[in-house]
């Protein structure tokens, strides 16, 4: 699945709700993957990074090349 067609959809996903966990069970939960990033155990998909002043190129990369990966937006 394409989640940048759920993205660009307004689609909801029904199912999963984090109200359902407690704040202890989320905060658990991404103890793991954040413990893997914090050891250089696994990377973030970034697609692409532009300077906040052409945050409007950025937004325009989004909806026409539809990048797998995080688009930034450098401060």
Do not use: C, S, Y
């Amino acid at each position: 699945m394409d989640v940048t067609d759920l993205i660009w959809k307004n689609t909801h996903v029904h199912g999963f709700r984090f109200a359902l966990f407690t704040e202890d069970d989320v905060n658990g939960a991404n103890d793991f993957p954040l413990g893997l990033l914090a050891q250089g155990k696994a990377q973030p998909w970034v697609a692409r990074a532009f300077p906040l002043e052409e945050a409007a190129a950025a937004q325009r990369h989004l909806a026409e090349e539809r990048p797998f990966g995080r688009v930034l937006l450098a401060l």
